[in-house]
Nanobody, 125 residues
Framework: QVQLVESGGGLVQTGGSLRLSCTVSGRTFSSYAMGWFRQAPGKEREFVAAINYSGGRTKYADSVKDRFTVSRDNARSTVYLQMNSLKPEDTAVYYC??????????????????WGQGTQVTVSS
């Protein structure tokens, strides 16, 4: 059984930084594409960032490009989301996701089979 556990969320002021981590257990992490998604209250879940199986390719939503960086450490079965220059509109529950269907960085939620429980990120103005 694949399990994804996120950590690193919290409360931060506008302009601050946070780093989210997602550790995967149960399957061959290094063959999975991984993604980060978020959902704000009253809004639909949206794509944030994705990374291919090796870490050599990434994709970002326009709203976070140049502020967020996704990376992975296959030896530790962990994917990271470094978030800088945070804004109040970044406030959401952030979810990591793993795909056994694709090894490429894919922004489509339907491509991801496994999801974490989510971690809250709150950016105060």
């Amino acid at each position: 059984q694949v399990q994804l556990v996120e950590s690193g969320g919290g409360l931060v002021q506008t302009g601050g930084s946070l780093r989210l981590s997602c550790t995967v257990s149960g399957r061959t992490f290094s063959s999975y594409a991984m993604g980060w998604f978020r959902q704000a209250p009253g809004k639909e879940r949206e794509f944030v960032a994705a990374i291919n199986y090796s870490g050599g390719r990434t994709k970002y939503a326009d709203s976070v490009k140049d502020r967020f960086t996704v990376s992975r450490d296959n030896a530790r079965s962990t994917v990271y989301l470094q978030m800088n220059s945070l804004k109040p509109e970044d406030t959401a529950v952030y979810y990591c996701a793993g795909s056994s269907q694709t090894a490429v960085a894919d922004p489509r939620a339907v491509q991801y089979d496994y999801w974490g429980q989510g971690t809250q990120v709150t950016v105060s103005s």
